[in-house]
């Protein structure tokens, strides 16, 4: 089969692109505006990428057309599909029918911190010996590559393992499917990570996403398992509307729980017994949750405890989470996928952590469709408590980020013009100091401009 899909470049759509060439389809695609990892990775498999939308595209004459939700009517390319009565679905659907039909799908849902968990999740089952087949939204660095199909498991070589580990999005799946994504996983296994508002865009609040997220407990079977995060009453609203399935608690006593801290690491509990002592490089306790999550929901499908742990001990994390982008005259720059206010503050207040008392310069490009919107923006100064300086890029953003940011009156300074920002974190920055970019975007390839701008102070 020939699939064309339309916005490639994105890390969902460009991980279903990955698994159908693997599975032996023919693939091509095309984007706008591609960046870094995505579009490295389809030219690392050899998929061909098409700049734009125009609609000779059709001369390509796939059997299928598979439409990411970053596509709106309007659409050269779609209106002609549409005009001419061509086949196509989702990325969701295609996902469903093709590839997790007879699997034991694992599912990682949440507001923040999916792709680290479904990262872990993959790489425990993985480390296992059971070589599972993933889609991540991002690329972690244990495998590599952001999705591939199910391997063969070590203990059973003349087979092919059942299991597949999906981020599972609460983003809606099309412009003709408004439901979210992860209503098409039917997961046998759910981690429900956290939840609060976001993508003001497409929910009217919390209630809206809420309702979603029930739908997708909904499709859990009777015999499947939910993971679930016992700090959050959003999620405890979710399981009263109705639960199908037996469920575990992670993040407090009587579940999976975090026991002694150390410095570099701490001890896993599960019901007030220790399961192992974790010791990994991660930061914050929103890591250290995720790894609970990720734990319980390995033991799940069989995978002792003990041996998750000693797994995520080898965890590498995935690209853009605090990735280290380069050190110049002992600073360092990071790259943070952050872009939600929650998830802005933990990023910091985990590098807070690392650092203690070196400066840490926040620089952030409010890109999301809730930020552009304005709907967070009064939660900004908060957030970036633990940053002792600011840098906004403020392009292209229906409000005034200096207005937002007042309140952090000199520590704060909002930008329009990328280079001018760069230059002033360059004359800023003073040796030992911690530059910390947040961004769910390219930015502009401001990490290597901010690295060169300080290779010449």
């Not at 759509?13 to 870094?36: F, K, N, Q, S």
């Not at 680290?116 to 480390?127: G, S």
């Not at 030992?432 to 290597?448: A, E, K």
Request: proline share 5%; glycine share 10%; charged share 20%.
């Amino acid at each position: 089969m020939h699939i064309h899909i339309l916005g490639i470049c994105g890390t969902f759509m460009g991980g279903i692109a990955a698994l159908a060439r693997e599975a032996g389809h023919t693939v091509t695609g095309c984007d706008a505006g591609v960046y870094p990892p995505m579009s490295t990775q389809l030219a690392a498999l050899g998929i061909e990428l098409i700049e734009g939308w125009d609609a000779a595209q059709l001369d390509l004459k796939p059997d299928l057309f598979v439409v990411g939700n970053a596509i709106t009517r309007g659409n050269p390319l779609m209106e002609a599909i549409l005009n001419q009565g061509l086949p196509y679905t989702s990325g969701p659907e295609w996902l469903r029918d093709h590839i997790l039909a007879d699997k034991w799908v694992l599912a990682v849902a949440g507001t923040h911190g999916k792709t680290t968990t479904t990262a872990m999740l993959a790489w425990i089952l993985q480390d296992a010996g059971l070589a599972p087949g993933f889609l991540v939204g991002g690329v972690p660095e244990n495998f590599g590559i952001s999705a591939r199909l199910p391997g063969k498991p070590a203990q059973d070589p003349a087979s092919t393992s059942p299991f597949f580990v999906i981020e599972a999005d609460e983003y809606d799946t099309a412009f003709f499917d408004k439901r979210s994504k992860f209503v098409h996983y039917r997961p046998r296994t759910a981690i429900l990570n956290n939840l609060e508002f976001d993508h003001a865009d497409i929910f009217a609040d919390l209630p809206a996403i809420e309702t979603q997220f029930h739908h997708l407990v909904r499709t859990v079977p009777g015999n499947g398992r939910l993971i679930v995060n016992g700090r959050e009453a959003s999620l405890d609203r979710v399981l009263t509307r109705g639960r199908w399935t037996e469920f575990e608690r992670f993040g407090v006593e009587g579940g999976w729980s975090i026991g002694a801290h150390y410095t570099d690491g701490f001890d896993v509990l599960f019901k007030g017994e220790p399961q192992g002592r974790l010791q990994w490089d991660l930061l914050g306790e929103h890591n250290a949750l995720n790894a609970l999550a990720a734990i319980a929901a390995a033991r799940h499908i069989g995978v002792a405890p003990a041996t998750a742990v000693a797994a995520l001990g080898r965890f590498k994390n995935v690209k853009r989470r605090m990735e280290i982008k380069g050190v110049v005259n002992d600073i360092t720059v990071y790259d943070d996928f952050a872009h939600h206010p929650t998830a802005i503050a933990t990023t910091l207040a985990g590098l807070r952590h690392k650092v203690g008392k070196a400066r840490i310069l926040a620089v952030l490009e409010p890109r999301s469709n809730t930020m552009k919107l304005g709907t967070m923006k009064d939660a900004l100064p908060g957030a970036l408590k633990d940053a002792d300086l600011t840098f906004c890029y403020g392009a292209k953003l229906g409000w005034n980020p200096a207005d937002a940011l007042a309140p952090l009156g000199d520590k704060a300074q909002s930008f329009g013009d990328l280079d001018a920002l760069v230059q002033a974190v360059a004359a800023t920055a003073r040796n030992g100091d911690q530059i910390l970019v947040m961004s769910n975007g390219g930015f502009g390839g401001v990490h290597g401009k901010l690295l060169e701008a300080l290779r010449k102070q």
